[in-house]
């Protein structure tokens, strides 16, 4: 599969499925060079200071990560939450908001692998910022926790 | 005012100024003995998995804080951020989402509200639970910063 194809098609997953990110205007822009970035335009996102919306944010940088690890593990019976993460809003967003998940290093991505294979079962802490204009703008911590269940509905 | 009436003029005010308010299809419940809740129904907030969205719960928490804070504060030129937060993912949410911010101790709040009319900024931590069926679900802390300025465009 052409990796555009990639992006496109868990663009409509997200779309299909989760349909705030429909409202939000939610892209998959990019995948590769150790990081995978989402983007929402700032207008259906901006709060009452015109500024983008701190719950936008918020959706933006989980989504990051549940991408990046669907793309990761390519298993869509792969169920993913968030179980705790911090968030830091350093300054305002003025613009096309732009949410990049940097890989972890590559001893910690075959773990949290080889440990879904094995047990189904795994977890693995993913950072996510926001950046503009070169200067970061929102810092996100999050730990994920994948599981194999039976297909969703 | 009648209470009722401010929490419908809070709730017009969100939809108005911050447009996933709306597609999230957020209600300003209730205000009063010492907490204020918000909620959203599950079908716009809902994830692939049937259950609520974690960006959408962690939108709606930030949410019940801001209200709170505007409530409290009364004053349409305050303008509220929040700079940084932790959230805790417990449990899935299967039905309406309702998160309450409870108000902090007297002191506290008399403090907060004294530096912000004195200086015209101030911080406040707000904690925010999300509960269903007795069982807490999401639970969320926050520091909100307040500072009086020209009226937003």
Sequence with gaps: ???DQRLRETEQFLHQQIPLTRAMQVRVESYGDGQLTVTAPLQPNHNHLGTAFGGSLAALV???GYAFLWLEL???EAHLVVSESTLRFRRPVRAIIRASCR???EATMAA???EFAATAK???RLSVVIEEEGQSAVEFAGTYVARRA???S
Tied chains: 1, 2.
């Design 74 to 76: 390519g298993d869509r």
């Design 122 to 124: 795994s977890r693995i």
């Design 62 to 64: 989980m989504l990051a």
């Design 1 to 3: 599969m052409k990796p």
């Design 150 to 152: 039976p297909a969703a």
């Design 112 to 114: 949290f692998k080889a």
């Design 103 to 105: 890989q972890p290093n």
